[in-house]
C-alpha cells in the first residue's frame, strides 16, 4: 500500500493535472520528429524530381540516338562533346548571344526603375500611392496571354518588332511588377533614423537613394535580381510573339528559348536527339551556375524580408 502525500492546499485534480503536464514534452517531441520526417521525406523526394531529369539531359548529350530511346538513364558507351560542338554550330551560340544581349540591359534596366518605383511607393506618402502600389501588385497577377495581342500591335507600331530595344523594354515592363512588390517590403523595414540623419546632414533625395537606401537593400536586389535573370532567360512566349523576321532581309534574332524550337524544326525528319539535349544542357548550365552561386544570397534576402 502506498501513502500518497498532498501538499497542503493541494487538489486530487491539481495533482492529475501536473502528471499530465508532465506527459506534454515527450508527446511534443514525437509530434515533432514525425513533423521532420514528413518534411525532410518530402524535399527529398521534390529533389529527385529536379535531379532525374537535369542528369537525364545532361546523359543524352553524351549518348547516341538509339542509345537514347533504349533506356533513359543509362550510361553513355561513348563520352564525345561532339553533340555539344554540332548544337553550338547549328545556331545555339547564336541564339545565346542574342539572349545575353538582350538580359544585359533589361535586367539592369528592371532592378533600376523596380527599385525606384518602389522606394518611392514604400517612403513618400502621398495622394494615390496606394493606388498605383496596388496598380502594380495587381500587374504581377495578370496573364501575359491576355496582353499578346494588344502588345503586339503596340510594338509593331512603334517599329519595334524583332528588334532587341524592343524586347528589352517588353521585358522591364513584364517584370517591374515582381520587383516592385518585392522591393517595396524591403524599403518599407529600413531604418527610418538613417533616412532622416541623411536628410539632416543636407543630402538630397537621389543621393540618399543611391547612397543610403540602395547598400542597405543589398539582399534584397540579388534575390530580385537573380529571379529576373531566371524569369527572363526562360521565358519563350513574349520572344516567340515579338522576335520573328518580318521580311526576307530582316535577320533571325532568336532568344534561346526559340533557338531549341527552331533546331528541332531544322531537323526535320533526320533524328539528331544528342544535338537538342546538348543544345538545352547549354541553356540550363548558364542559370544552373547563377542559382547555386547565389544561393546563400537568395535565402538571406527572403529570410530578412520575412523576419522584418
Given at each position: 500500500?502506498?501513502?500518497v502525500?498532498?501538499?497542503?492546499?493541494?487538489?486530487?485534480?491539481?495533482?492529475?493535472?501536473?502528471?499530465?503536464?508532465?506527459k506534454?514534452?515527450?508527446?511534443r517531441?514525437?509530434e515533432?520528429?514525425?513533423?521532420?520526417?514528413?518534411s525532410?521525406?518530402?524535399?527529398?523526394?521534390?529533389?529527385?524530381m529536379?535531379?532525374?531529369?537535369?542528369?537525364?539531359?545532361?546523359?543524352?548529350?553524351?549518348?547516341?540516338?538509339a542509345?537514347?530511346g533504349?533506356?533513359?538513364?543509362?550510361?553513355?558507351?561513348?563520352?564525345?562533346?561532339?553533340?555539344f560542338?554540332?548544337?553550338?554550330?547549328k545556331g545555339?551560340?547564336g541564339?545565346?548571344?542574342h539572349?545575353?544581349i538582350?538580359?544585359?540591359?533589361?535586367v539592369?534596366l528592371t532592378?533600376?526603375?523596380?527599385?525606384m518605383?518602389?522606394?518611392?511607393?514604400?517612403?513618400?506618402?502621398?495622394?494615390?500611392?496606394?493606388?498605383?502600389?496596388?496598380?502594380?501588385?495587381?500587374?504581377?497577377?495578370?496573364?501575359?496571354?491576355?496582353?499578346?495581342?494588344?502588345?503586339?500591335?503596340?510594338?509593331?507600331?512603334?517599329?519595334?518588332?524583332?528588334?532587341y530595344?524592343g524586347?528589352?523594354?517588353?521585358?522591364?515592363?513584364y517584370?517591374?511588377?515582381?520587383?516592385v512588390f518585392?522591393?517595396?517590403?524591403?524599403?518599407?523595414?529600413?531604418?527610418?533614423?538613417?533616412?532622416e540623419?541623411?536628410?539632416?546632414?543636407?543630402?538630397?533625395?537621389?543621393?540618399?537613394f543611391?547612397?543610403?537606401?540602395?547598400?542597405?537593400?543589398?539582399?534584397?536586389?540579388?534575390?530580385?535580381?537573380?529571379?529576373?535573370?531566371?524569369?527572363?532567360?526562360?521565358?519563350?512566349i513574349?520572344?516567340a510573339?515579338?522576335?520573328q523576321?518580318?521580311?526576307?532581309?530582316d535577320?533571325?534574332?532568336?532568344?534561346?528559348?526559340?533557338?531549341?524550337?527552331?533546331?528541332q524544326?531544322q531537323?526535320?525528319?533526320?533524328?539528331?536527339?544528342?544535338?537538342?539535349?546538348?543544345g538545352?544542357?547549354?541553356?540550363?548550365?548558364?542559370?544552373?551556375?547563377?542559382?547555386?552561386?547565389?544561393?546563400?544570397?537568395i535565402?538571406?534576402?527572403l529570410?530578412s524580408?520575412?523576419?522584418?
Amino acid at each position: 500500500m502506498t501513502t500518497v502525500i498532498k501538499a497542503p492546499g493541494e487538489s486530487a485534480a491539481e495533482r492529475s493535472g501536473g502528471a499530465g503536464r508532465a506527459k506534454e514534452p515527450g508527446g511534443r517531441r514525437s509530434e515533432g520528429v514525425v513533423l521532420n520526417v514528413f518534411s525532410h521525406g518530402f524535399l527529398v523526394l521534390w529533389a529527385i524530381m529536379i535531379v532525374l531529369p537535369l542528369i537525364w539531359l545532361a546523359l543524352g548529350a553524351f549518348k547516341t540516338d538509339a542509345q537514347i530511346g533504349g533506356s533513359a538513364l543509362s550510361w553513355p558507351s561513348n563520352w564525345h562533346f561532339d553533340a555539344f560542338g554540332r548544337a553550338w554550330t547549328k545556331g545555339i551560340g547564336g541564339y545565346f548571344a542574342h539572349t545575353l544581349i538582350v538580359l544585359v540591359f533589361s535586367v539592369p534596366l528592371t532592378m533600376l526603375f523596380g527599385s525606384m518605383a518602389a522606394y518611392v511607393l514604400a517612403r513618400y506618402p502621398f495622394p494615390g500611392n496606394r493606388i498605383i502600389y496596388y496598380f502594380f501588385v495587381s500587374g504581377a497577377m495578370f496573364p501575359v496571354f491576355l496582353a499578346l495581342v494588344p502588345l503586339f500591335f503596340m510594338v509593331k507600331r512603334f517599329d519595334m518588332l524583332n528588334t532587341y530595344q524592343g524586347l528589352i523594354l517588353v521585358y522591364v515592363a513584364y517584370s517591374m511588377p515582381f520587383t516592385v512588390f518585392f522591393m517595396h517590403t524591403f524599403f518599407r523595414t529600413l531604418p527610418t533614423a538613417i533616412h532622416e540623419a541623411a536628410v539632416i546632414d543636407g543630402a538630397s533625395d537621389t543621393r540618399i537613394f543611391f547612397q543610403v537606401m540602395l547598400p542597405m537593400a543589398k539582399p534584397g536586389l540579388i534575390s530580385v535580381g537573380i529571379f529576373n535573370v531566371l524569369g527572363q532567360w526562360n521565358q519563350y512566349i513574349l520572344p516567340a510573339v515579338l522576335m520573328q523576321p518580318q521580311s526576307s532581309s530582316d535577320p533571325e534574332r532568336y532568344m534561346l528559348t526559340q533557338g531549341l524550337i527552331q533546331l528541332q524544326y531544322q531537323m526535320g525528319y533526320e533524328t539528331d536527339l544528342p544535338v537538342l539535349f546538348a543544345g538545352a544542357t547549354i541553356a540550363v548550365i548558364p542559370m544552373l551556375a547563377v542559382y547555386l552561386s547565389f544561393q546563400r544570397q537568395i535565402q538571406a534576402g527572403l529570410t530578412s524580408a520575412t523576419l522584418k
